[in-house]
């Protein structure tokens, strides 16, 4: 089975622009969770959906959205683009909706200039 | 609010010498515990996990860990390290509520030859 697939791979914007990022979760799962990993840190918690809603979210401001589809994939939108949006987004799908075991995607490079 | 530490930023070992990294977790009830681990430019790897039960994990590659509350430790061992280990290492703990991990800013591991 396929893992958890995103896309783009790299991305680079400017600053002020907006973004979408994308993520397929592994086949059956229904929950998919977004975390930023600035250079040099362990990735944060975004966002978590689940079932189409959205079970938590992290301290990031309201420029950071996000949404899941009935087919359970998701996106992430960013809008305003500062340079310190400048990580790499992971994707992460669960099962259950529960802090149970999460398999990453390879992540979204963005760099904001 | 749950947190995650890892005192050791970098370590260095030589190829087969054993290997110990520390993790120290803040978290009101019976945590989720994980090791992931990353290489350069990569997603997460899942490496092991703790839920509950035996106190002592075993994981994938050879690694395994062992959770000890009274410290509030989940450390992580292996007996014999391989070159192909160089990489980074996280600790994460989640809840049942929902699918919040929060991570420690990581461990770089180098392996000398």
């Known amino acids: 089975d396929a893992g958890v697939t995103q896309s783009p791979t790299h991305l680079i914007k400017t600053r002020g622009q907006q973004v979408t990022l994308r993520c397929s979760p592994i086949?059956?799962?229904?929950?998919v969770s977004w975390y930023q990993q600035v250079l040099g840190q362990g990735p944060q918690f975004i966002f978590q959906?689940?079932?189409?809603?959205?079970?938590g979210r992290g301290n990031f401001p309201d420029r950071f959205s996000a949404r899941q589809f009935p087919n359970y994939s998701s996106e992430l939108n960013v809008n305003a683009l500062l340079l310190g949006d400048s990580a790499l987004y992971l994707c992460?799908?669960?099962?259950?909706?529960?802090?149970?075991?999460?398999?990453f995607g390879p992540g979204t490079r963005l760099l904001v200039l | 609010a749950q947190s995650v530490t890892q005192p050791d930023i970098h370590i260095t070992v030589s190829e087969g010498a054993s290997l110990e990294l520390r993790c120290n977790y803040s978290?009101?009830?019976?945590?989720?515990l994980f090791w992931y681990v990353q290489s350069p430019g990569q997603g997460l790897q899942l490496l092991l996990k703790?839920?509950?039960?035996?106190?002592l994990v075993q994981g994938i590659k050879g690694f395994e860990a062992e959770f000890k509350r009274s410290q509030s430790s989940f450390n992580l061992r292996k007996p014999s390290v391989h070159w192909s280990d160089a990489a980074e290492y996280f600790c994460?703990?989640?809840?049942?509520?929902?699918?919040?991990?929060?991570f420690g800013q990581g461990t770089i591991l180098t392996v000398h030859p």
């Open positions: 959906y689940y079932e189409k809603e959205e079970r």
């Open positions: 978290y009101g009830a019976t945590p989720y």
């Open positions: 086949s059956g799962h229904k929950s």
């Open positions: 994460a703990v989640g809840g049942t509520s929902y699918g919040k991990l929060t």
């Open positions: 992460a799908s669960s099962f259950k909706p529960t802090a149970e075991t999460q398999y």
């Open positions: 703790y839920f509950s039960g035996d106190t």
